[in-house]
């Protein structure tokens, strides 16, 4: 099992299970790396035969 942890100084009880939750989010999907580059090309009707690698 991995572990790690995160201590946020100036942060409440209020905003903590927010930003842990992305936290979260971000290392279940840390796999999944969606680039600028790529978000233009998927975003470009043009490029229909392209996006099939994204789908």
Known sequence: M???SNYYDA???GSLPL???IDALKYL???YAF???D???F???GSAAD???FC
């Open 29 to 31: 999907f840390k796999w």
């Open 11 to 13: 942060e409440d009880h």
């Open 35 to 37: 680039g600028f580059k």
């Open 39 to 41: 978000l233009e090309k």
């Open 19 to 21: 930003i842990a939750e």
């Open 2 to 4: 991995e572990f790690r």
């Open 43 to 45: 975003m470009d009707p």
């Open 51 to 53: 996006t099939k690698e």
